[in-house]
């Protein structure tokens, strides 16, 4: 039995998914744990809360919607394109908050037209929420992971990197301490004297020779889940990493794109600009991220009063391009957030390749505000 009581706006949400023909699902409240510890990112792992099968699998509690409509539609065989919607409870550790709580949402499967897609995902949670909140005025923010991607690939950062800086898109905080280490890079911690002469000499078999005797002779090699030569070729790529340095201007052109910050009616010529001045090649990039725009305007958004902010990243690991999130403006909380996620059904197990973009919308922090408009306005 739930702890926590369905919102009384739960049928005016449902009608509005209805008029946007998205169908609801359910999805079962126990789930595998695997799909959101591998594809979820770090700030959604540490918050899960996890049990286990009596044949040790892997189970947690439904934190988020997103990975078991994907995994049900995979599983149920539906054609696409489809639209999903979605009501019900979610389980994560909160700081400060309900660790259970009602999230809706949207869920759009197989839309090639993934510019039209994105605006309309933008659009219904815009719109949805205008619905709930008439009275509260609301500041959309977006971001665009493939933008920031191809900014680090242009920049010549070697894979290594490249995988760091995308995982922690979105976080400034870790971003700004990334790239103090690329200015100033320190000595790989922890190499013996021998390890890191023979990673200097680039003498490969002797390095594997090496740990393999050493493995061996402390009993190490029987229970290793990785051979000598998968270390050693781990600690080579680490140690390069670990002396990685970015150029001075390379660094500063990093650090620029990081800082725009405008209405999202101006991002395109910014954008280009930037790339012009910078002489990095962003076309492949720019022109969804200008499709997009294109199709909002054509469904009727007011671009200028949406922004664009270039380090404007959500905390979940599978968000491929588009991520947006709408808040009162100043405010900390998201009242809805979302983004699209090309790359997941394939991870999950989808034979072919489904474009997908959604949002979620957080219904106890919706509420809150609608119970403070009705406060405000008094009795009838």
Not at 157 to 164: A, C, F, N, Q
Not at 186 to 191: D, V
Not at 232 to 259: S, V, Y
């Amino acid at each position: 039995m739930s702890l926590v009581d369905l919102p009384d706006f739960a049928p005016a949400l449902l009608a509005e998914f209805a008029v946007r023909s998205a169908e609801r699902v359910n999805t079962p409240v126990i789930q595998p744990a695997d799909p959101f510890l591998d594809m979820a990112g770090e700030d959604l792992r540490r918050r899960i809360f996890l049990t286990a099968s009596e044949t040790g699998a892997n189970l947690c509690l439904r934190p988020e919607f997103t990975i078991p409509v994907c995994l049900r539609h995979i599983e149920t065989a539906t054609g696409t394109p489809k639209r999903y919607a979605y009501l019900g409870e979610v389980f994560r550790q909160r700081r400060g908050g309900a660790e259970e709580f009602y999230q809706a949402g949207i869920e759009d499967l197989g839309e090639r037209d993934t510019a039209t897609a994105d605006a309309r995902a933008i659009l219904d949670a815009s719109q949805i929420l205008g619905q709930l909140l008439p009275e509260r005025r609301l500041q959309v923010t977006l971001g665009d992971q493939a933008v920031f991607e191809a900014v680090i690939q242009a920049l010549g950062l070697p894979l290594g990197w490249r995988k760091r800086l995308i995982q922690a898109f979105g976080d400034r905080a870790q971003l700004d301490q990334l790239l103090d280490r690329l200015a100033r890079p320190q000595p790989m911690p922890g190499l013996d004297p021998e390890t890191e002469a023979l990673l200097s000499s680039g003498d490969e078999a002797e390095l594997v020779a090496r740990l393999a005797a050493r493995m061996e002779a402390t009993g190490y090699s029987t229970n290793a889940s990785r051979s000598p030569l998968e270390i050693a070729r781990r600690l080579k790529e680490k140690r390069d990493l670990a002396e990685t340095r970015l150029d001075g201007t390379a660094l500063l052109l990093l650090r620029e794109f990081l800082t725009l910050e405008l209405p999202l009616c101006e991002a395109p010529a910014a954008l280009a600009g930037f790339a012009d001045a910078a002489g990095l090649r962003l076309a492949s990039a720019l022109a969804p991220f200008a499709a997009r725009l294109a199709a909002l305007e054509t469904l009727g958004a007011d671009l200028s009063v949406m922004t664009y902010r270039a380090a404007f990243g959500r905390p979940l690991d599978y968000y491929t391009g588009l991520v947006f999130e709408i808040a009162e403006p100043g405010a900390t909380e998201v009242l809805a957030g979302g983004g699209r996620f090309d790359r997941l059904m394939t991870l999950l197990g989808a034979r072919d390749h489904i474009p997908a973009v959604g949002f979620a919308l957080w219904l106890d922090r919706i509420g809150a505000l609608r119970d403070g408009a009705d406060s405000m306005r008094g009795p009838a």
